[in-house]
């Protein structure tokens, strides 16, 4: 049976971090589906339908790899996409702490989901999305933290 993934995350900027995490998650999966979630409460810094494409053309020519943006519950729609794993990463002891709770929620909303963490490459450790926006934000380049160029004047909100 087809073994698929959702990695979901806010991917506020979707980082080199988050790529190696995809890159080693393709020796586990058959399929990995880069769910980019929107959270109304949550106002974004880099526009979703920018960043989604921005993640696409990071894995061009990948057929196993496909990024889609949602407005749910992130286990309903691993359900809803066929996948039995979520995907996440872990950096240290503080996102060990939320990635348990939630990886528990996700198994009170779809029972049969398993939750698969990858340890961070430890160069890759330091890297979080709030940092690079902070950087952005206040004019520093920070193509050295992500796997694609940003477009010039990209929301600078
Ligand atoms: P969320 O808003 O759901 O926490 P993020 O976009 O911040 O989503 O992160 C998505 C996933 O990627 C999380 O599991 C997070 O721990 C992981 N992650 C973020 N940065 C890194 C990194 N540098 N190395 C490994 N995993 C990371």
């Known amino acids: 049976m087809k073994k698929t993934a959702l990695f979901p ?3 506020d900027p979707f ?4 790529h190696d995490i995809v890159t080693r998650g393709m020796t586990l999966f058959d399929e990995i589906i880069i769910g980019i979630g929107t959270n109304l409460n949550k106002k974004r810094f880099f526009p979703i339908e920018v960043m989604e494409k921005l993640i696409a053309g990071s894995f061009a020519g ?3 790899i496909r990024v889609i943006s949602y407005d749910s519950l992130t286990a309903k729609i691993a359900r809803e996409m066929g996948a039995r794993y979520i995907l996440r990463g872990l950096r240290n002891t ?10 528990q929620v996700n198994r009170y909303v779809y029972e049969e989901i398993e939750t698969v ?3 961070t490459s430890p160069h890759l450790a330091p890297i979080s999305s709030s940092i690079v926006r902070d950087l952005y934000r206040y004019g520093q380049n920070v193509d050295e933290f992500l796997p694609y160029r940003l477009p010039e ?4 909100q």
């Open 9 to 11: 995350g806010s991917f």
């Open 94 to 103: 503080t996102d060990f702490e939320y990635e348990n709770a939630i990886s």
């Open 153 to 156: 004047e990209l929301a600078v």
């Open 15 to 18: 980082t080199k971090g988050h």
């Open 62 to 64: 990948n057929d196993r």
């Open 117 to 119: 963490f990858l340890i």
